[in-house]
């Protein structure tokens, strides 16, 4: 049982609302919004990087093509 928990602690939902990006953890139900992350005016955008804890950084930009899956592993 102890590995379902470590498991579900390691999955954000990652949600596009817009032009923002909201990031929810379903385990502390702490959230980060990114604001204009995905801007509809493309000289507004930016690559935006995400570090949490001891895992790799990860893309915002990568994080949106993954979209279409419920959670993204971190």
Do not use: F, K, W
């Amino acid at each position: 049982m102890a590995g379902d928990c470590h498991s579900c602690r390691d999955q954000l939902i990652v949600s596009l609302v817009d032009e923002h990006v909201v990031m929810l953890d379903p385990v502390t139900c702490r959230s980060l919004i990114l604001r204009q992350v995905n801007a509809m005016d493309i000289t507004l955008r930016g690559e935006v990087l995400l570090s949490i804890g001891s895992y790799p950084s990860v893309a915002i930009s990568t994080l949106l093509t993954r979209q279409s899956e419920a959670t993204v592993q971190v």
